[in-house]
T-cell receptor, first 113, second 112 residues
Framework: EAQVTQNPRYLITVTGKKLTVTCSQNMNHEYMSWYRQDPGLGLRQIYYSMNVEVTDKGDVPEGYKVSRKEKRNFPLILESPSPNQTSLYFC????????????FGPGTRLTVT | GQQVMQIPQYQHVQEGEDFTTYCNSSTTLSNIQWYKQRPGGHPVFLIQLVKSGEVKKQKRLTFQFGEAKKNSSLHITATQTTDVGTYFCAGRSSGSARQLTFGSGTQLTVLP
């Protein structure tokens, strides 16, 4: 089954404790992206990747890091989480450089206290 | 940077009534996509519009892309309870083929 998986689905952590949210897709898509969703703000793009070893900033990259060492994986790293990073995070992948539909993962609800 | 405004933020309708959500971009778009997110779920792709003035239909859903490629709308005829969710537009600027900017979404409630 074609899918995007994210782990963990839920995470409660404390300020400053480094964490990684994993994202994996099995559709051989070149384009992958991370979004955060906050009430009233829709989905805001954090980082995206056009291919392996190619990443670029989205609209809200501050406080986040990403890496793309393999085509299928695109982890999101919060080196020193802060309460304003409490949000719902979605990973997505797409074919053809992102010019086609994006397939979203199930989401990761992060709470930083 | 590119901004995509979407209205209304919320809409409550009686089952059987029509519903429309509108998106306006601050820049000309190369294409626009629409997604639906059910409560507690993830966004699911509905459609992509590319051409100026394009109109596409999916059963009771009608999607339009403006002539100037700066606005779009989604119209649902005779809503059903299964239409409940948040509808997002997402525009790709003509100047940037890689970044997709989402509108803030319209949350639709359908009252039986």
């Amino acid at each position: 089954e074609a899918q995007v998986t994210q782990n963990p689905r839920y995470l409660i952590t404390v300020t400053g404790k480094k964490l990684t949210v994993t994202c994996s897709q099995n559709m051989n898509h070149e384009y992958m992206s991370w979004y955060r969703q906050d009430p009233g703000l829709g989905l805001r793009q954090i980082y995206y990747s056009m291919n392996v070893e190619v990443t670029d900033k989205g609209d809200v990259p501050e406080g986040y890091k990403v890496s793309r060492k393999e085509k299928r994986n695109f982890p999101l790293i919060l080196e020193s989480p802060s309460p304003n990073q409490t949000s719902l995070y979605f990973c997505a992948s797409s074919d053809q450089g992102g010019n086609y539909e994006q397939y979203f993962g199930p989401g990761t609800r992060l709470t930083v206290t | 940077g590119q901004q995509v405004m979407q209205i209304p933020q919320y809409q409550h309708v009686q089952e059987g009534e029509d519903f429309t959500t509108y998106c306006n971009s601050s820049t000309t778009l190369s294409n626009i996509q629409w997604y639906k997110q059910r409560p507690g779920g993830h966004p699911v792709f509905l459609i992509q519009l590319v051409k100026s003035g394009e109109v596409k239909k999916q059963k009771r859903l009608t999607f339009q892309f403006g002539e100037a490629k700066k606005n779009s709308s989604l119209h649902i005829t005779a809503t059903q309870t299964t239409d409940v969710g948040t509808y997002f537009c997402a525009g790709r600027s003509s100047g940037s083929a890689r970044q997709l900017t989402f509108g803030s979404g319209t949350q639709l409630t359908v009252l039986p």
